[in-house]
Nanobody, 124 residues
Framework: QVQLVESGGGLVQAGGSLRLSCAAS????????VGWFRQAPGKEREIVAGIKRTDSSTYYADSVKGRFSISRDNAKNTVYLRMENLKPEDTAVYYCAADRTNVVVTSTSGWDYWGQGTQVTVSS
């Protein structure tokens, strides 16, 4: 009973920054644990970051620690992914996912709701 819409993707040069947004319609985001996943050409979809429903504790993949930051604004029903010092290997379609359980699951099968994705392309 929730729809997710990603935005903020685009083309940037290596070393640049982007902020992705995941906006929810329907019930408030405060009832959902939310994750960001990405899928690069020819590769499997992988988790990037997650933020829990109850205490907003976070998870980050080793490849993005220190560069990406996930946050949420429950009043706006929105989750953000701030990406800094982007690298060409970050190029992928980025997806927002949500589930009502109070845990960040690293596999794609553990999530009930998905957005359509937003393209991030990092040149050079």
């Amino acid at each position: 009973q929730v729809q997710l819409v990603e935005s903020g993707g685009g083309l940037v040069q290596a070393g640049g920054s982007l902020r992705l947004s995941c906006a929810a319609s329907g019930r408030a985001f405060s009832t959902y644990t939310v994750g960001w996943f990405r899928q690069a050409p020819g590769k499997e979809r992988e988790i990037v970051a997650g933020i829990k429903r109850t205490d907003s504790s976070t998870y980050y993949a080793d490849s993005v620690k220190g560069r990406f930051s996930i946050s949420r604004d429950n009043a706006k029903n929105t989750v953000y992914l701030r990406m800094e010092n982007l690298k060409p290997e970050d190029t992928a379609v980025y997806y927002c996912a949500a589930d009502r359980t109070n845990v960040v699951v690293t596999s794609t099968s553990g999530w009930d709701y998905w957005g359509q994705g937003t393209q991030v392309t990092v040149s050079s």
